[in-house]
């Protein structure tokens, strides 16, 4: 096939893609990012973050709250950073290379080791009511793979965690 004929046929396919309907994810699925904290295997919910960023700097600040690694910029806005392993209760092995920018208000970023890869896993292999060992209510689901489980970190609930290390008060529900 000629040059011209590739870039005719390319067109043509892009030009047919748009008259396709839009794909859509299946209802009964989920997408996660399986991640490492410390030394220990975790899942992310995709649908919690607004992004992932590998060797994104840090700036340290002076505090005595351990989980908190300092700050990072995103798009103009300066975010906390906590390491997840810490906030899980964990020791921690080394400094976490990538940050997940959670979804919500106000910014923050959760740092972790490890991107293992990513999910899309049917709805029946996610079980809720799993005991998290005392990590504050952070891990309550967990994913069944053919490699092993892995607990589900429920960022909103990290969220929480960091807002009562950071000794800000709960908001009463009829101010939400």
Known sequence: MTVAGRVTRLREEFDRSFAEPARVLACGTVELLAVSAGDRPYALRLAEASGVHPDRP????PT???????????????VPVYDLA?????????????LLLAQGTPPLALAFHELDRH???????????????GQDGCLHEMVRLPDGHRPIVDVPAVRELVHRLAGHRPVPEEVR
Do not use: Q
């Open 58 to 61: 840090v700036t340290p600040l």
């Open 64 to 78: 005595s709250v351990r989980a908190l690694l300092g700050v990072a910029g995103f798009a103009g806005v300066v």
């Open 86 to 98: 810490a906030l899980l209760g964990h020791p921690v092995p080394r400094r976490p290379r990538w």
């Open 119 to 133: 999910l899309r896993v049917p709805l029946a292999d996610v079980v809720d009511g799993f005991d998290g060992g």
